[in-house]
């Protein structure tokens, strides 16, 4: 089981910006896919963006696309994803989670991850 730590989050206004990090606590990091996904109160946890092992599969959900980048550095065992120009509808709780997949899309859920970490939140306001 990877131990994951995310960062970052944080109150913004709308049209800011914030940078989420999310540490993994194992030797092996660069062989999984990571993926960040989030959850607004009352909504099912969401998929957000995700990249694979190589990096030549990401993948963001439509709402996010142009907005938010999702990157990697597997010398610091760390994914980020860079969140600009926010909207109020960006708030949720983000998480990131890895998984084995070896080609990220729409099609992947949560049951295709399986190591979680805690949760950042992050808050849009209007």
């Known amino acids: 089981q990877v131990q994951l730590v995310e960062s970052g989050g944080g109150l913004v206004q709308t049209g800011g910006s914030l940078r989420l990090s999310c540490v993994a606590s194992?030797?092996?990091?660069?062989?999984?896919?990571m993926g960040w996904f989030r959850q607004a109160p009352g909504k099912p946890r969401e998929f957000v963006a995700g990249?694979?092992?190589?990096?030549?599969?990401?993948y963001y959900t439509d709402s996010v696309k142009g907005r938010f980048t999702i990157s990697r550095d597997n010398a610091k065992n760390t994914v980020y994803l860079q969140m600009n120009n926010l909207q109020p509808e960006d708030t949720a709780i983000y998480y990131c989670?890895?998984?084995?997949?070896?080609?990220?899309?729409?099609?992947?859920?949560?049951?295709?991850?399986?190591?979680w970490g805690q949760g950042t939140q992050v808050t849009v306001s209007s």
């Open positions: 990249l694979n092992q190589n990096s030549d599969s990401i």
């Open positions: 989670a890895t998984s084995r997949e070896r080609v990220v899309g729409g099609f992947l859920t949560q049951a295709d991850f399986y190591s």
């Open positions: 194992t030797r092996t990091f660069s062989i999984y896919t």
